[in-house]
């Protein structure tokens, strides 16, 4: 996760981005399967995902 300088149109903004993408990828699971994320926080405050 970090901050990524966003421009659309005319105005320009940092927003977060997983693996430079926003929104992030999808994760494709099934009942039942275990599923370990490991997240690396680039960006300058804490945060958390949902």
Do not use: E, M, Q
């Amino acid at each position: 996760v970090a901050p990524t300088n966003y421009t659309r149109l005319c105005s320009s903004k940092n927003i977060l981005t997983i693996n430079g993408k926003f929104p992030g990828p999808t994760l494709y699971v099934n009942k039942g399967d275990r599923l370990i994320v490991n997240v690396v926080n680039l960006a300058p405050w804490p945060l958390t995902i949902h």
